[in-house]
């Protein structure tokens, strides 16, 4: 991941939190502008306030740099709900994924 494309997956996931960053800002104990100033290249993040942002939007710092995940708080709860299913359930899972790949 490259600098800009920390800049742009921050406002990614925040989009789909559906909040302003404003919002975020303040949410995560940061002066209201914190998060606009992060997007547009003018700063970046100390690594305590990069945790708080993944704690925010409820993500791994892992899944945060997983750029070709666009919404990795769902596949997480997918991931989650898989773990109950039984060998077959997981199979029929697996078949309908492929199905909607080939497409």
């Given amino acids: 991941m490259y600098e800009n494309d920390f800049q742009l997956r921050l406002a990614q996931l925040r989009t789909q939190k559906g909040?302003?960053?404003?919002?975020?800002?303040?949410?995560?104990?940061?002066?209201?502008?914190?998060i606009s100033n992060i997007e547009g290249v003018k700063a970046l993040p100390s690594m305590s306030a990069f945790f708080f942002i993944c704690e925010y939007l409820g993500i791994s710092p892992m899944e945060f740099f997983e750029t070709d995940s666009e919404n990795p708080t769902k596949i997480r709860e997918i991931a989650d709900n898989l773990k109950f299913l039984n060998d077959e359930q997981l199979n029929?899972?697996?078949?309908?994924?492929?199905?909607?790949?080939?497409?």
């Fill in 92 to 103: 029929s899972i697996n078949v309908i994924i492929k199905g909607l790949l080939s497409r």
């Fill in 19 to 34: 909040v302003s960053a404003r919002d975020m800002s303040l949410s995560i104990g940061q002066n209201p502008g914190y």
